[in-house]
Antibody, heavy 122, light 108 residues
Framework: QVQMVQSGTEVKKPGASVKVSCKAT????????IHWVRQAPGQRPEWMGLVNPSDGSVSHSQNFQGRITMTRDTSTNTVYMELSSLRSEDTAMYFC???????????????WGQGALVAVSS | EIVLTQSPGTLSLSPGERATLSCRAS???????LAWYQQKPGQAPRLLIY???TRATGIPNRFSGSGSGTDFTLTISRLEPEDFAVYYCQHHNGSPLTFGGGTKVEIK
C-alpha cells in the first residue's frame, strides 16, 4: 500500500533552516507528483509547492519565494523540503502528500505523510 | 489565486442528523476541480470527495458532494460519531492550490 513516511520533529532558532524528508513506498515513485502542505496551529492548510519526482522540476507558492527548496532522491524514493530564514510564523506541521492521478500536478491529495512538526523559537 | 470561503464556521448537530457544509470560490473553478477533506486532531487531512462529487476510495456513501462554478456543498446524510471533525474544501484547478477556512462539525 502507498505510504509516505516523514522525518521527525525539529526545533529551530529564528534565521535557521530546516530540511524535512518524505519517503514514499508502495508505488512507482516517478509517476506521481508530491506536494508539500503546512498547517499552523488552528489554521487552514497552506499549500507550499510540489516536485515532479520524474525530472525534479518544482513549482512553489509565491508566499515562499526565495526561501523554499524542494528536491528528490530517486535512489531512495525520498523527497525533501528545505525552508530557510525561519521565523516564528513558520511554526507548523509540515505534510507531504501524493495526488490521485499520475503525471499531473493539479490533483487532489490522497496519500499524506504523518506530518513533521517544525517549531521555531528563540 | 482562488479564495475559498466556507460556511458555517461551526455546525452543532447530533448523531443521525444531516450536515450541509458550504464552500464558495472567489471565481469559477474549471472542471469543478473542488475537493473536500476531513481532519481530526493530530491527524493529516483525509480526502473525501474530489472533482466536486466523486467519492475517494473507501469513503462511505453517506458523504456526497455537489455544486459547480463557484458554489459547492458537502453533505453528510446521517452523522456517525466518527464524523465529528473539521472539514476543508480545496481547489485542485491549478497553482496555487488553496484551502478554505474549514467548518467544524461538533456534537450538539
Amino acid at each position: 500500500q502507498v505510504q509516505m513516511v516523514q522525518s521527525g520533529t525539529e526545533v529551530k532558532k529564528p534565521g535557521a533552516s530546516v530540511k524535512v524528508s518524505c519517503k514514499a513506498t508502495g508505488y512507482s515513485f516517478s509517476d506521481y507528483y508530491i506536494h508539500w502542505v503546512r498547517q499552523a496551529p488552528g489554521q487552514r492548510p497552506e499549500w507550499m509547492g510540489l516536485v515532479n519526482p520524474s525530472d525534479g522540476s518544482v513549482s512553489h507558492s509565491q508566499n515562499f519565494q526565495g526561501r523554499i527548496t524542494m528536491t528528490r532522491d530517486t535512489s531512495t524514493n525520498t523527497v525533501y523540503m528545505e525552508l530557510s530564514s525561519l521565523r516564528s510564523e513558520d511554526t507548523a506541521m509540515y505534510f507531504c502528500a501524493r495526488g490521485t492521478r499520475s503525471g499531473v500536478g493539479n490533483t487532489p491529495l490522497q496519500h499524506w505523510g504523518q506530518g513533521a512538526l517544525v517549531a521555531v523559537s528563540s | 489565486e482562488i479564495v475559498l470561503t466556507q460556511s458555517p464556521g461551526t455546525l452543532s448537530l447530533s448523531p443521525g442528523e444531516r450536515a450541509t457544509l458550504s464552500c464558495r470560490a472567489s471565481r469559477g473553478i474549471s472542471s469543478n476541480y473542488l475537493a473536500w477533506y476531513q481532519q481530526k486532531p493530530g491527524q493529516a487531512p483525509r480526502l473525501l470527495i474530489y472533482s466536486a462529487s466523486t467519492r475517494a476510495t473507501g469513503i462511505p456513501n453517506r458523504f456526497s458532494g455537489s455544486g459547480s462554478g463557484t458554489d459547492f456543498t458537502l453533505t453528510i446524510s446521517r452523522l456517525e460519531p466518527e464524523d465529528f471533525a473539521v472539514y476543508y474544501c480545496q481547489h485542485h484547478n491549478g497553482s496555487p492550490l488553496t484551502f478554505g477556512g474549514g467548518t467544524k462539525v461538533e456534537i450538539k
